[in-house]
């Protein structure tokens, strides 16, 4: 039978990585994996999963040093000579084997504003906005995150600067700078160009290499700059 | 910091490397071209000393260096050393002092009056 060596990371911040044998499979994917070992060799690992069709974005971890969505992950496409090391998402505290703590993920989604602020009722008509307008199509682009945290662990900057409010953040402060219904643009916009915030990005573009969904949180960090720098210039940040 | 000095900082350093972008082009090929056939100290002086436009171009160069510098060394500082705060941007400022202050006195000197 054709075996897959997969070292699998046990513990949480201490811990040791245990390897499994695991049989190999046409299509298998890396959660395939990863499940297998939970329910035939070691009923203790910890992992977290959901969809398990690439919507939720909860399953994401390490695989082979690379932060991937390991539901839509082949093993063909990231074993090395029929090995693979699977580790917890990068830039997070460990909670036990490969599931990573998002608190500090989803505060700094708050902590940028992440939320909506609109000013009409249900009673108010719909607000027009054309699918052909700039601010539509920038919205477009950034905004399927399924918030599964990729980009956060492949991000340089987070590593070195543990309060940078990272990639994902910023990315949904830019989807909602661009809502024409939006109200809270101002004040999130000095959330996100202060300590932290978007300038403390150096453009490694790691994010938008990793993000399974293809978005490229880089392009909306460089559009929050440029609108941090012209609201500081009239003097309106 | 407010978010408005990050972004006028972050302004600064863009602004900077487009000044010394255009800079180092010129530093390096007037270099180039200056020292063909050779030179001595005394000849470089003497053609250096009194050139009013060649001091304002190195004075506004060093100047640049001044803001350019010390707002990446900030970054740097708090990335891989950790050090954050007032006493980081206290340090930086004296920093871009000491950048200026020395590069304006080898601009003095180079291109001032002559002696």
Redesign the interface.
């Given at each position: 039978m054709n075996l897959l060596q997969v070292n699998v990371w046990k513990g949480a911040e201490t811990g040791a990585f245990r390897t499994f044998e695991v049989p190999r499979q046409a299509s298998q994917t890396v959660l395939d994996v990863v499940t297998y070992i939970q329910r035939s060799l070691d009923p203790s690992l910890a992992y977290r999963f959901a969809c398990r069709v690439g919507m939720c974005g909860s399953c994401a971890m390490t695989v082979n040093g690379v932060a991937r969505w390991t539901c839509r992950t082949h093993v063909d496409a990231v074993a090395v000579d029929g090995r693979l090391e699977i580790a917890p998402l990068a830039n997070l505290p460990v909670v036990r084997d490969l599931v990573a703590d998002m608190r500090s993920f989803f505060d700094k989604w708050a902590k940028a504003r992440g939320q909506f602020k609109g000013a009409r009722t249900r009673k108010d008509p719909f607000e027009p906005i054309s699918p052909q307008s700039p601010e539509r199509r920038a919205v477009d682009a950034a905004i399927e995150c399924i918030g599964c945290g990729v980009c956060y662990a492949s991000c340089d900057t987070v590593t070195w600067n543990p309060d940078y409010l990272g990639p994902a953040a910023l990315n949904r402060a830019w989807t909602l700078q661009q809502d024409a219904r939006d109200t809270g643009k101002a004040e999130r916009l000095r959330a996100v160009a202060g300590d932290g915030g978007c300038h403390a990005c150096h453009t490694h573009v790691s994010c938008s290499e990793r993000c399974p969904k293809h978005i490229s949180p880089t392009e909306g960090i460089a559009g929050l700059k440029r609108a941090a720098a012209k609201a500081a210039l009239r003097g309106t940040l | 910091?407010?978010?408005?000095s990050?972004?006028?900082?972050?302004?600064g350093q863009r602004a900077s490397a487009a000044v010394l972008a255009l800079c180092v082009v010129v530093h390096l090929a007037t270099m180039i071209h200056a020292v063909q056939g050779g030179l001595s100290a005394a000849e470089i002086l003497g053609r250096t000393r009194g050139s009013a436009g060649w001091f304002a171009f190195y004075a506004v160069f060093v100047l640049a260096v001044s803001v350019h510098a010390p707002i990446g060394l900030r970054?740097v500082l708090?990335?891989?050393l950790g050090w954050r705060g007032r006493s980081r941007d206290l340090a930086l400022i004296a920093f871009a002092v000491v950048l200026a202050g020395f590069g304006l006195r080898a601009v003095f000197g180079v291109f001032g009056a002559p002696a």
């Open positions: - | 910091m407010t978010a408005r990050e972004t006028l900082l972050w302004i970054a708090g990335e891989w």
